[in-house]
């Protein structure tokens, strides 16, 4: 399949060039798709964005050097884009516990992070509803809240604020991520569209552009669990099989319904055609 080709190529890429620098436009190229859409499908199906996945590869490649050569730290350091031994071993104690010096030492326990390999798992049991649909430009307003994917963070923290956004009274009609980075930083509002210029001083108020969506809905209930499977199924399992990428645009949002004491939520994701 050309979609798995083009991820395993970015990977071997990544691979070969460990030691130098890393063009995440490059990467994308080898992947033929944008690098925004390679960051985001990435993070979704590794679960860790492409910058940390590089420092985790560069620091297992440092580690196992350091215990089989005589190779300076120093050296070590900058092979693997360093810019002095304090960065590098700061890095190094953050992934493996123990300083650099200390990594000949027997009985030393390291770190390993292998190199990552796309596949697909065809199940074709669970269906994807979803509509494609061209929207306006909008606003939304609402309380704004700055967090990570990783090691899974905002699935903890984008939960608390919302409960704290609700017991202060604020009920939403939208949730929007936006800002994402290539090291995994994203901001996350919680609100409600945008119907009048008498906005809050403590809000924050996106403007989002003309696009095209694709539009999944989502049997909710409260179950968050059921809600973050269908965010992974989409980068997953939707994209790698249809004619469309997430476009250029910085925002993803859900639409949440209640109808009759029943909860759904859509999730609405900008793309374009191939």
Known sequence: MEWLAGMNNALSYIEDNLADEISFDRVAQAACCSSYHFQRMFSFIAGVPLAEYIRRRRLTLAAVELQTSDAK???????????????????????????????????????????????????????????????????????????????????????????????????????????????????????????????????????????????????????????HDTWKRIYSEWFPTVSYVHADCEFDFEKYFEDEGHGYIEIWIPVVKK
């Open 73 to 227: 730290v120093i050296d070590v350091a900058v092979k693997y884009g360093y810019e002095s031994p304090e960065a590098f071993s700061r890095a190094f104690k953050k992934l493996h516990g123990i300083a650099p010096t200390l990594a000949r030492d027997v009985g030393v326990s390291l770190k390993v992070f292998p190199k990552i390999s796309f596949h697909i798992s065809i199940k074709g049991d669970v269906e994807m509803n979803y509509r494609i649909e061209e929207r306006e430009t909008f606003e939304v307003m609402g309380m704004e809240l700055k967090t990570t994917v990783v090691d899974g963070k905002c699935y903890e923290e984008i939960p608390k604020f919302v409960g704290e956004c609700i017991d202060g009274g604020l009920m939403a009609e939208v949730g929007v991520t936006y800002g994402h980075n290539e090291n995994g930083n994203m901001n996350y509002l919680w609100g409600c569209f945008k119907k009048t210029d008498a906005v809050p001083s403590r809000y924050t108020v996106l403007n989002i552009p003309k696009q095209t969506w694709a539009v999944f809905h989502v049997d909710w209930q409260g179950d968050d669990g059921k809600l």
